[in-house]
C-alpha cells in the first residue's frame, strides 16, 4: 500500500469518526459524552500501560520533538486560557507554570540520557517511573477534591504547560550538551 493509499484511508476513517460522532450527538449528546469518557479512561489506561512497559527502552532523543513538544504545551494553554470565560490575572497562571517547570525540570534529570553513536538516547528510571505516576495522580486527585473550580483548572492547565516546558527543556539543554561533547558512547548500566 502506498502513501497516498494510506493518506486517503486515513482521511476517510477520520471523516467516518466525525460524521458518527455528529451523528450520535445529534440522537443523544448524553451517551456522546458518556462514549467520550470511556474512549478518555481507556486511553489513559492503554498510556500508562505502555508506561509501564517501555519507560527503560532507550529512545532516541531529537532537539526539534522537544522543541515542538514545547511550542504545543504553550498554544494549547493559550487556546484554552483565551476561550476560558475565567481569566484568573498572572499570579496565579504563573505559579502553576513556575511550580509546573520546577517539578518537569526534576522529572527530566531522572531520565538517562547518553550517546549510542552519533544519536542521543534517553532511558527512564525508577523515580522517571515515581514522578511519572505522582502527575498522574495529581491531575486526576487535585480536581476531584478542590470540586473542580476555575482556579484550580487554571493551576492545573499552567502547571502542565510548565511541566512539559521545564522537562523538555532541561532534556533539549542536556541533549544539545551530551551532542556537543565526546562523551560516553554506550549506555550505563541499569540499576539494579
Known amino acids: 500500500m502506498n502513501r497516498t493509499t494510506k493518506l486517503i484511508l486515513a482521511g476517510g476513517a477520520l471523516f467516518a469518526l466525525l460524521f458518527g460522532g455528529g451523528i450520535l450527538y ?112 495529581l491531575t486526576q486527585l487535585i480536581p476531584l477534591c478542590t470540586g473542580r473550580t476555575p482556579a484550580v483548572a487554571a493551576v492545573l492547565l499552567f502547571g502542565g504547560t510548565g511541566l512539559a516546558l521545564g522537562n523538555s527543556g532541561v532534556l533539549l539543554v542536556r541533549c544539545l550538551v551530551l551532542r556537543a561533547s565526546a562523551g560516553n558512547s554506550s549506555p550505563p548500566p541499569l540499576p539494579q
Open 26 to 137: 445529534w440522537l443523544s449528546a448524553r451517551l456522546f459524552f458518556a462514549l467520550v469518557s470511556a474512549i478518555g479512561i481507556l486511553l489513559m489506561l492503554l498510556s500508562a500501560v505502555t508506561v509501564l512497559l517501555t519507560f527503560r527502552k532507550a529512545k532516541l532523543v531529537a532537539p526539534r520533538s522537544l522543541v515542538i513538544s514545547m511550542l504545543i504545551s504553550v498554544l494549547s494553554a493559550s487556546v484554552i486560557a483565551a476561550f476560558s470565560a475565567f481569566h484568573p490575572g498572572w499570579l496565579l497562571p504563573a505559579s502553576g507554570l513556575v511550580f509546573g517547570a520546577m517539578l518537569g525540570s526534576g522529572w527530566a534529570s531522572t531520565t538517562v540520557l547518553f550517546r549510542e553513536g552519533s544519536a542521543v538516547k534517553s532511558r527512564g528510571t525508577g523515580w522517571y517511573l515515581v514522578v511519572w505516576i505522582l502527575t498522574l495522580v
